[in-house]
T-cell receptor, first 114, second 110 residues
Framework: SQTIHQWPATLVQPVGSPLSLECTVEGTSNPNLYWYRQAAGRGLQLLFYSVGIGQISSEVPQNLSASRPQDRQFILSSKKLLLSDSGFYLC?????????????FGDGTRLSIL | LAKTTQPISMDSYEGQEVNITCSHNNIATNDYITWYQQFPSQGPRFIIQGYKTKVTNEVASLFIPADRKSSTLSLPRVSLSDTAVYYC???????????FGAGTTVTVRA
């Protein structure tokens, strides 16, 4: 079976500091990978998605970036965090295009910027 | 992508059936309807997916009328642990940009 791991679970960072959140998927090959952000009481905002190694599509212009150095690894980064970057970050995976399989989410990272 | 509209919140009591209706007037021929459940501080969890008529699994049922412009998620005999946010999404197999709106907050009371 497939599993998704996301860490850390919580993170407190000062404004202007860098960020690196990691997500890995096990039990499948060539998954589609996604990064979402969720503000308190709101829906999920798609930040990035990837259909393969090195292939990243950005949905929202911001000071965040994503990378996919390996097939089942997805990293969310920032060089300098802003207060507005606070939120709940979720990584998800789905089977490759051509299927109607749903997205499967990790447990998220609660990011607080001070 | 088809836009969806669902109630912001619903209250229920333990043992009752909860029905959440989602409107998607602009649904396309190839679009599927998918529902997710999210508990606080957790990622959304897939509940059920359908294209037309009725789909049932061990968790819920999904009713889709012939015109497919709406769908209803039915949760039978809810318990306190069913308190969560429920999202309705519409898209086809090539849609990466699924839109999770605010969802419906279902509160189950004893």
């Amino acid at each position: 079976s497939q599993t998704i791991h996301q860490w850390p679970a919580t993170l407190v960072q000062p404004v202007g500091s860098p960020l690196s959140l990691e997500c890995t998927v096990e039990g499948t090959s060539n998954p589609n990978l996604y990064w979402y952000r969720q503000a308190a009481g709101r829906g999920l905002q798609l930040l990035f998605y990837s259909v393969g190694i090195g292939q990243i599509s950005s949905e929202v212009p911001q000071n965040l970036s994503a990378s996919r150095p390996q097939d089942r690894q997805f990293i969310l980064s920032s060089k300098k965090l802003l207060l507005s970057d606070s939120g709940f970050y979720l990584c998800a995976w789905s089977f490759p295009s051509g299927s109607n399989q749903p997205q499967h989410f990790g447990d998220g990272t609660r990011l607080s910027i001070l | 992508l088809a836009k969806t509209t669902q109630p912001i919140s619903m209250d229920s009591y333990e043992g009752q059936e909860v029905n959440i209706t989602c409107s998607h007037n602009n649904i396309a021929t190839n679009d599927y309807i998918t529902w997710y459940q999210q508990f606080p501080s957790q990622g959304p969890r897939f509940i059920i997916q359908g294209y037309k008529t009725k789909v049932t699994n061990e968790v819920a049922s999904l009713f889709i009328p012939a015109d497919r412009k709406s769908s209803t998620l039915s949760l039978p005999r809810v318990s306190l642990s069913d308190t969560a946010v429920y999202y309705c999404l519409v898209g086809d197999k090539n849609d990466y940009k699924l839109s999770f709106g605010a969802g419906t907050t279902v509160t189950v009371r004893a």
